[in-house]
C-alpha cells in the first residue's frame, strides 16, 4: 500500500481570482437580496461572504505555511493551513446554523418576494461561482486547506441552482415559503460538505493515526527484516493534511557494529517511504534497552 504523498504546491493566482469572484458576488446578492426581500439569497451571499473568506484565509495560510522552520517552531508553520481549514468549517457551520433560525421565523410570517430580480442575481452569482470552483478544483484534491475552500464554493453553486429555482416558482405561482424551505436546504447542504473537514481537521490537530496507515501492517512489514527481533513504541501522525511522520523502535536480535546498525535502519526507511509513502522518519534503534515493547506505548 502505497499513500504517496506530494507537496503540490496549489496555485496561488487562481486563488487571488477567485478571492475577487466572490467579493463581488458576495455584494451582488446582498443588494439583490435586500431589493427582492429574499432571505435564501441573503442566505447565499452571507455564504459566499464565508467563501471568500475562506478563500482569502487559505491564501495567507499558504503562504505562512512555507515559511522557514526556526529554532522556537522547528516543524515550521505548516499546522498553520489546518487551522485555518477549522476555522473555516466552524464558521461555516455557524452560519447555517443562524440561517435555520431566519428561516423559521420566515415560516411563521412569510413576506412577499421578488422572484425576478432575485432569479437575475442568482444567475450572476451560480457563473462566478463555476468559475471558482473550476480554478480550485485541481488543488483541492491534494490540499485540506483549499479542499475546505472549494467545498465552501461547490456548496454555494448548488445552492445558486436551488436559489434560480426557486426564484422561477415564486415569480409564477407566488410561493413564498419556498424561500425558507431553500435556505434550509443550502444550510444542509453546507454543513454535509463541512462536517468531514471539521472531524478531518480535528484529527490532524490531536495527531491521530492517519486512516490510510495500518500500524498492524507496518509492524509485520518491518519485522520481516531478518537482523530484527520486534518493532515497539510506534507513533505516527500528520503534521498536515499530505505530510504523514513516523518514529518507531527497532530492537535488534545481536549486538552489531555502528555501520551495520545504520545500514538496518536505511533498509527500514526504504520500506518505510516505498511501501507506506512515509517521508518523515525517525527510527531508534536498540539492543534489549527497552523494559516495554508494547507496540503502542501507552506514556
Not at 430580480?117 to 488543488?139: E, P, Q
Amino acid at each position: 500500500m502505497n499513500l504517496s504523498h506530494h507537496h503540490n504546491e496549489p496555485n496561488k493566482r487562481n486563488l487571488l481570482i477567485s478571492i475577487f469572484l466572490n467579493a463581488g458576488i458576495t455584494l451582488a446578492e446582498f443588494i439583490g437580496g435586500i431589493l427582492s426581500n429574499s432571505l435564501a439569497l441573503i442566505s447565499d451571499a452571507v455564504h459566499n461572504l464565508s467563501d471568500t473568506m475562506a478563500i482569502v484565509i487559505s491564501y495567507f495560510a499558504m503562504r505562512i505555511g512555507k515559511k522557514d522552520s526556526t529554532s522556537k517552531n522547528t516543524f515550521g508553520f505548516k499546522r498553520v493551513e489546518i487551522l485555518a481549514a477549522l476555522f473555516n468549517a466552524v464558521v461555516l457551520i455557524a452560519i447555517s446554523v443562524y440561517l435555520f433560525y431566519e428561516a423559521y421565523k420566515r415560516f411563521v410570517n412569510p413576506e412577499p418576494i421578488q422572484g425576478k430580480t432575485m432569479f437575475i442575481v442568482a444567475t450572476i452569482g451560480l457563473f462566478g461561482n463555476l468559475i471558482s470552483v473550476l480554478l480550485l478544483h485541481k488543488d483541492s484534491s491534494h490540499n485540506l486547506n483549499v479542499k475546505a475552500a472549494y467545498l465552501h464554493l461547490l456548496g454555494d453553486t448548488l445552492s445558486s441552482i436551488g436559489v434560480i429555482a426557486g426564484s422561477i416558482v415564486i415569480y409564477f405561482w407566488h410561493i413564498y415559503w419556498i424561500d425558507p424551505l431553500l435556505t434550509i436546504l443550502i444550510g444542509l447542504v453546507i454543513i454535509n460538505a463541512t462536517w468531514s473537514i471539521l472531524k478531518e481537521t480535528v484529527e490532524i490537530l490531536m495527531q491521530a493515526s492517519p486512516a490510510a496507515l495500518n500500524l498492524t501492517e507496518i509492524k509485520k512489514e518491518l519485522e520481516k527484516h531478518p537482523d530484527l527481533k520486534d518493532i515497539h513504541h510506534i507513533h505516527a501522525w500528520r503534521l498536515s493534511d499530505n505530510i504523514i511522520h513516523f518514529q518507531c523502535h527497532a530492537y535488534v536480535n545481536k549486538n552489531l557494529p555502528i555501520n551495520e546498525i545504520d545500514k538496518i535502519r536505511i533498509e527500514l526507511e526504504s520500506i518505510l517511504h516505498k511501501e507506506f509513502g512515509i517521508n518523515h522518519i525517525t527510527i531508534q534503534m536498540e539492543l534489549d534497552s527497552c523494559l516495554d515493547k508494547t507496540t503502542i506505548n501507552k506514556d
